[in-house]
């Protein structure tokens, strides 16, 4: 008697709302398991008026204000890297309501290489103990009775992760939307070789799944977008679609890499996010001040 064929297993379909940060072009997200309150959220913004140098939380508080009178309850708080151009804001949206932070297992590299950039001291640890979880590669984990895994996907920077989650993958600055490709590679630690065999890992999800973006800055014969699928990255995205070799990709990445200017939040960003978001503790009089590095980035 023939054995019978295990019934194809239909993905999950995680509800997800996005909030779009106009000042960074960041997209965050709240990622709900569709039969439970349990819900992650992932990439949050702390809002930074620079010039000013003056914290405001109104990015994170309207993530927070939807959770709330949803009746979510945050179980994790999800960062996809350590972000160059946007203040975290999960430890402020954590101190409310709670939830585990993660990041990447990597970001200690990270924290070695901007450890030494920013001139920290010894009582930075570079372990990644800042963060509540290290994901690493591979690795499942729960929302509520989603699941959800890890694939690193280093290249952009050496801690970048992407979250697959039910039918929806989070894909940091990995991938952008089809026509404008992918992230840049020549930070401290990026490397565009790894950037290409990570967005291919990527494509290599099933064609019908949900791709979520960090950023996006629209074009001229189109608005904001930040989702997208497999299918239609593969079949054009400008940088790694179909056809397109690693030598192409890295030739053109790099070439175009050599001509962007630094993030105009790269300074704050990296020092503060390396900290798990955490900004730099008060001195003696209440002041807390950030390190402008000269002639280093």
Same mark, same amino acid.
């Given at each position: 008697?023939?054995?019978? %064929?295990?019934? !194809?297993?239909?993905?999950?379909?995680?509800?997800?709302?996005?909030?779009?940060?106009?000042?960074?072009?960041?997209?965050?997200?709240?990622?709900?398991?569709?039969? *439970?309150?349990?819900?992650?959220?992932?990439?949050?913004?702390?809002?930074?008026?620079?010039?000013?140098?003056?914290? *405001?939380? $109104?990015?994170?508080?309207?993530? =927070?204000?939807?959770?709330?009178?949803?009746?979510?309850?945050?179980?994790?708080?999800? &960062?996809?890297?350590?972000? =160059?151009?946007?203040?975290?804001?999960?430890?402020? %949206?954590?101190?409310?309501?709670?939830?585990?932070? $993660?990041?990447?297992?990597?970001?200690?590299?990270?924290?070695?290489?901007?450890?030494?950039?920013?001139?920290?001291?010894?009582?930075?640890?570079?372990?990644?103990?800042?963060?509540?979880?290290?994901?690493?590669?591979?690795?499942?984990?729960? %929302?509520?009775?989603?699941?959800?895994?890890?694939?690193?996907?280093?290249?952009?920077?050496?801690?970048?992760?992407?979250?697959? %989650?039910?039918?929806?993958?989070?894909?940091?600055?990995?991938?952008?939307?089809?026509?404008?490709?992918?992230?840049? =590679?020549?930070?401290?630690?990026?490397?565009?070789?790894?950037?290409?065999? *990570?967005?291919?890992?990527?494509? &290599?999800?099933?064609?019908?799944?949900?791709?979520?973006?960090?950023?996006?800055?629209?074009?001229?014969?189109?608005?904001?977008?930040?989702?997208?699928?497999?299918? &239609?990255?593969?079949?054009?995205?400008?940088?790694?679609?179909? $056809?397109?070799?690693?030598?192409?990709?890295?030739?053109?990445?790099?070439?175009?890499?050599? !001509?962007?200017?630094?993030?105009?939040?790269?300074?704050? *960003?990296?020092?503060?996010?390396? !900290?798990?978001?955490?900004?730099?503790?008060?001195?003696?009089?209440? !002041?807390?001040?950030?390190?402008?590095?000269?002639?280093?980035?």
């Amino acid at each position: 008697m023939p054995s019978a %064929i295990p019934a !194809k297993r239909t993905p999950q379909v995680p509800e997800v709302t996005a909030f779009f940060d106009k000042p960074t072009n960041t997209i965050s997200y709240v990622v709900k398991d569709p039969v *439970s309150r349990a819900c992650a959220i992932v990439d949050p913004v702390l809002d930074i008026d620079y010039a000013a140098a003056r914290i *405001s939380h $109104g990015s994170a508080d309207a993530i =927070a204000s939807y959770v709330t009178g949803a009746g979510l309850t945050v179980e994790w708080l999800i &960062e996809t890297h350590v972000h =160059a151009d946007h203040l975290s804001a999960a430890p402020y %949206i954590q101190g409310y309501l709670g939830g585990k932070l $993660g990041i990447g297992e990597k970001i200690t590299l990270v924290q070695e290489t901007f450890g030494e950039v920013f001139n920290e001291g010894t009582e930075f640890r570079r372990d990644g103990s800042q963060f509540d979880h290290l994901f690493r590669d591979g690795e499942t984990y729960s %929302i509520g009775t989603l699941r959800a895994r890890v694939l690193h996907t280093p290249g952009h920077t050496p801690a970048c992760t992407t979250h697959v %989650i039910g039918d929806a993958a989070f894909v940091g600055d990995t991938l952008f939307m089809p026509d404008s490709g992918t992230a840049r =590679a020549d930070f401290p630690g990026g490397n565009a070789h790894a950037l290409y065999l *990570s967005a291919r890992r990527i494509l &290599e999800l099933p064609p019908e799944t949900r791709l979520f973006m960090c950023h996006d800055y629209g074009g001229e014969d189109r608005d904001v977008r930040w989702e997208t699928t497999v299918a &239609e990255e593969r079949a054009h995205n400008i940088h790694v679609r179909d $056809g397109i070799g690693e030598e192409q990709f890295v030739a053109t990445r790099t070439a175009r890499d050599a !001509k962007l200017s630094a993030p105009r939040l790269i300074i704050p *960003s990296l020092q503060v996010n390396m !900290k798990a978001g955490r900004l730099p503790a008060p001195d003696e009089t209440g !002041k807390r001040f950030l390190k402008v590095p000269l002639d280093t980035l």
